[in-house]
Nanobody, 126 residues
Framework: VQLQASGGGLVQAGGSLRLSCTASGLTSRTYGMAWFRQAPGKEREFVSGIFSGGATRYAASVKGRFTIFGDIAKNTVTLEMNSLKPEDTAVYYC?????????????????????WGQGTLVTVSR
């Protein structure tokens, strides 16, 4: 299984970036795709996810600024990031969940995801 993410880069505060991710080689159904991020010295944190049925979920820190969309049946997801802040600087990781989750809140946990991309760096300057 390979997850190919693209779209990271350097942007000024207030700017926008779009991250895209495509997963290939999956032999089981995808129930969710999500983005996590990890800043230097910090733990990996959930950013946003899209799940079977079209449900979406956002971290409070990005709600209203980021938009996730995609087609998880085709294993593709895009994260549109607007009004970027320096605190959004991190390596962003795409992840795939191949199991249904009875507890919705678990979808925000890294442990819920079976496959991960290598990450793409987003740097927001002041």
């Amino acid at each position: 299984v390979q997850l190919q993410a693209s779209g990271g880069g350097l942007v000024q505060a207030g700017g926008s970036l779009r991250l895209s991710c495509t997963a290939s080689g999956l032999t089981s159904r995808t129930y969710g795709m999500a983005w996590f991020r990890q800043a230097p010295g910090k733990e990996r944190e959930f950013v946003s996810g899209i799940f079977s049925g079209g449900a979406t979920r956002y971290a409070a820190s990005v709600k209203g600024r980021f938009t996730i969309f995609g087609d998880i049946a085709k294993n593709t997801v895009t994260l549109e990031m607007n009004s970027l802040k320096p605190e959004d600087t991190a390596v962003y990781y795409c992840a795939v969940d191949t199991e249904p989750r009875a507890i919705v809140s678990y979808r925000s946990e890294p442990g819920a995801y079976d496959y991960w991309g290598q990450g793409t760096l987003v740097t927001v300057s002041r």
